[in-house]
Structures are given as structure tokens and as C-alpha cells.
């Protein structure tokens, strides 16, 4: 009894706002954010061994070795909470984690359905960095000027200390992550866009409409079908209802396609952030 599952990766360098959309998206698509940054955060709040490992890479804001991550977001992705699949954030980050994604997920007759990438520009990237604040229990996101908690160091949605992480509150350790991540993740993106699954989306806009243009760019679009319809039935009586019916609906349609068009980023924009990166 194969089901049909949702595996959705979320890309972005540090501070393009995986976190916050991921949170967002799990609601709307029924299905949880598995974030290999919160579990290492996690394992780290509970003394484990991996955690105590992940936190020495971390900390120097590089990337946790690929044995120890592809094994944990595999024993996250077994648990029954994520039986219809989950949303990605943070992973995969290089190519030989997409290639253990695929092979794992393959095993289980599934694969991804979309990669979602948010684009921001690296000086924006730094002020979101520098203003992000994270409760200590449940790992909310917020941000002291763009989205702060309604009592300031409180949770607004447990009650949690709301504290600034780690490795956010190290100049030098961030402007690092951010520069393996040019490195390393940008022959990702071209993988992912190579299998026509990549999605860009404008990171730049706020919280709700980075996440309406994400639904928008995620969504199958059945819209084929339906423009052939008019076309086969001749019926004058039915062909003046029919263009009622489109003519009241075309406004949201356009509205929508316009924000779409405007915050999905066209590919030759995408195209020039990706050759920034260096070569090995
Ligand atoms: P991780 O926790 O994944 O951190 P990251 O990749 O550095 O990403 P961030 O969490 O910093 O950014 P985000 O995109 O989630 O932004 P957020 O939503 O918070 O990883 C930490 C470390 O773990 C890594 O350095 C590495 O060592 C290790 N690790 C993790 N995954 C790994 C892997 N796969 N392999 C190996 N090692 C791994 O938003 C940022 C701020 O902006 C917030 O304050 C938010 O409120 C605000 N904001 C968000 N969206 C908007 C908006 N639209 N407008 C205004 N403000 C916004
Ligand atoms: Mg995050
Ligand atoms: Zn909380």
C-alpha cells in the first residue's frame, strides 16, 4: 500500500529564511519540517555524542560530516510523523547528500517533488543573521526588527527564552557559513535544476508573500485541461455561461500570476549568483 508522500527541500543561504517558511509550510501541506540544524541543535540541548560532535563543526560554521548527517535526517525521515513525508531545511547541502537523498527515497518508491531556493542578496543576508533570535525550546524563529516576539525574550508560541544562537553572534563564524555555502550548495541548485525541479523564488519580500509565491510555484498546475474544454463543447447556451464563469475568476487569476511573476526570479539572475561561487 504504497502512499503518496511530499518530500519539498527548502534551499538558501544562512538567513534567506528556510526556518521561518518551513514552520509556515507545514501547516499548509500537512506534512513536518525535518531542519538537520534544529537536530543538531537538539541532540547538542541533550549532551549527546552527536550533538557534542555537530557542535565543534558548527560553531567554526562548517558543515557537519556527511556520514553523521545523512544517517540522522534517515532516522528522522523512519519516524511515523513523517510517513507522508516531510519539508527539507538545511538538507541536502552538498551534492553527496542530494545523491544520498535520492538513492534513499528511491528505496521507498519516492522522490522529490520540488526545490524550493530563496535568493537574497548577502548584505540583507547579514542584517537577518545578526537580528535572528531563536527560543531555546521549540526553536521558533524571529528577528528583532522584522518579526519580534510580542514580549520581547519570551516565545510567543511556548513561553520559551528567546535567545540569539551561537553561531549567530560570531561575525566570523557567519560570514564562513556563508561562504561554504556559495561553495558547496551552488552545484546543488544546478542539480536540482538540471532534473527540473527547481523552484526560485524572491526571499527579499516578507514573511506571508515569500510564502503565498512559494504555494503558487509548488502547486501542479492543472490549467491545460481546463482551457481545452470550451473548445470541444459547441453548445451556444453553455458558451455564454462558460465565459461568465472566466470572466469572473480572470482578475484573481492575474493578480496572482503578476505577484508570481515578480517573485519568481528569472533564471538568467539566477543564472549570474550562481558563477559568483568559486571552483574547485
Ligand atoms: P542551520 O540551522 O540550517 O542554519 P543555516 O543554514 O545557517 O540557516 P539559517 O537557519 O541560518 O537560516 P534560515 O534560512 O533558516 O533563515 P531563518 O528562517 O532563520 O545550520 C546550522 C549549522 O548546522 C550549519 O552551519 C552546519 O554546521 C550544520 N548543518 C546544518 N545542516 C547541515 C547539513 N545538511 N550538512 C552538514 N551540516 C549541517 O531567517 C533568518 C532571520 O530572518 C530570522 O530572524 C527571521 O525572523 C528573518 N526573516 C525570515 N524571513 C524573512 C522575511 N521574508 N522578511 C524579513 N525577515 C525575515
Ligand atoms: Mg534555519
Ligand atoms: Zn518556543
Same mark, same amino acid.
Given at each position: ?7 519539498? %527541500? ?25 531542519? $538537520? ?18 557542535? !565543534?563543526?558548527?560553531?567554526?560554521? @562548517? ?5 553523521? $548527517? ?10 511515523? /510523523? ?11 547541502? +552538498?551534492?553527496? *547528500? ?38 531555546? *525550546?521549540? *526553536? ?6 522584522? +518579526?519580534?516576539?510580542?514580549? @520581547? ?9 528567546? %535567545?540569539?544562537?551561537? /553561531? ?14 556559495? @561553495?558547496?550548495?551552488? #552545484?546543488?541548485? @544546478? ?10 523564488? /524572491? ?5 506571508? *508573500?515569500?510564502?503565498?509565491? $512559494?504555494?503558487?510555484? %509548488?502547486?501542479?498546475? #492543472? ?10 463543447? &459547441?453548445? #451556444?447556451? &453553455?458558451? !455564454?455561461?462558460?465565459?461568465?464563469? !472566466?470572466?469572473?475568476?480572470? #482578475? ?6 503578476? $505577484? ?7 533564471? !538568467? ?12
Amino acid at each position: 500500500m504504497a502512499k503518496k508522500r511530499t518530500y519539498l %527541500i527548502l534551499f538558501g543561504a544562512q538567513g534567506s529564511g528556510k526556518g521561518t517558511q518551513a514552520r509556515l509550510l507545514q501547516e499548509k501541506l500537512s506534512v513536518p519540517q525535518v531542519a $538537520t540544524g534544529d537536530l543538531f541543535r537538539m541532540h547538542l540541548s541533550q549532551g549527546t555524542e552527536l550533538g557534542k560532535l555537530a557542535k !565543534s563543526y558548527m560553531d567554526r560554521g @562548517e558543515l557537519v560530516p556527511d556520514s553523521v $548527517t545523512v544517517a540522522m535526517v534517515q532516522d528522522r525521515l523512519l519516524q511515523p /510523523d513523517a510517513a507522508k513525508g516531510v519539508i527539507l531545511d538545511g538538507f541536502p547541502r +552538498n551534492l553527496a *547528500q542530494a545523491e544520498a537523498l535520492d538513492q534513499m527515497l528511491a528505496k521507498w518508491g519516492a522522490g522529490v517533488a520540488a526545490a524550493v531556493y530563496l535568493l537574497l542578496a548577502r548584505d540583507e543576508l547579514m542584517k537577518r543573521i545578526t537580528g535572528r533570535r531563536t527560543c531555546k *525550546q521549540c *526553536q521558533a524563529v524571529y528577528h528583532v526588527m522584522f +518579526n519580534p516576539p510580542q514580549v @520581547e525574550g519570551v516565545c510567543d508560541r511556548c513561553g520559551g527564552e528567546v %535567545i540569539q544562537r551561537a /553561531d549567530d553572534a560570531d561575525e566570523a563564524a557567519v560570514a564562513r557559513r556563508l561562504d561554504i555555502y556559495f @561553495e558547496q550548495t551552488t #552545484p546543488v541548485i @544546478e542539480y536540482y535544476r538540471g532534473k527540473r525541479l527547481l523552484k526560485e523564488i /524572491d526571499g527579499s519580500l516578507g514573511i506571508e *508573500q515569500v510564502q503565498a509565491v $512559494t504555494l503558487v510555484a %509548488i502547486r501542479p498546475k #492543472p490549467a491545460r485541461k481546463a482551457a481545452r474544454k470550451p473548445r470541444v463543447a &459547441k453548445k #451556444p447556451a &453553455k458558451k !455564454s455561461s462558460a465565459k461568465r464563469v !472566466s470572466a469572473k475568476k480572470a #482578475p484573481a487569476r492575474k493578480a496572482v500570476k503578476k $505577484t508570481v511573476k515578480k517573485a519568481v526570479v528569472k533564471k !538568467s539572475t539566477a543564472k549570474r549568483t550562481t558563477k559568483k561561487s568559486p571552483r574547485k
